[in-house]
Nanobody, 115 residues
């Protein structure tokens, strides 16, 4: 499974960005896809995830501001980020988890929110 992420950038506080992640390869193996982020000096954390059945899960810090969605099945997956805050600044990583709990990662895309 290969993951290609895009959509990061610089935005002012209160602004919006949309991240996209496209999976290729053995996508039939994927059960869930999501986004994690890692800020300097901090551990990587789950931001949002969506399963093949459409169930979603969000970090408390982004509930009501971020929305994860997909076009069909698992591909592509989008993360719409609204009302961005400086504390949302981080590298964002696309993740795909297979039915056998194997994780695949895309390259990080930087989101910078200026105050």
């Amino acid at each position: 499974v290969q993951l290609q992420a895009s959509g990061g950038g610089l935005v002012q506080a209160g602004g919006s960005l949309r991240l996209s992640c496209a999976a290729s390869g053995s996508i039939f193996r994927i059960n869930a896809m999501g986004w994690y982020r890692q800020a300097p000096g901090k551990e990587r954390e789950l931001v949002a995830a969506i399963t093949s059945g459409g169930m979603t899960n969000y970090a408390d810090s982004v509930k009501g501001r971020f929305t994860i969605s997909r076009d069909n099945a698992q591909n592509p997956v989008y993360l719409q980020m609204n009302s961005l805050k400086p504390e949302d600044t981080a590298f964002y990583y696309c993740n795909a988890r297979t039915w056998t709990l194997v994780d695949y990662w895309g390259k990080g895309t930087l989101v910078t929110v200026s105050s």
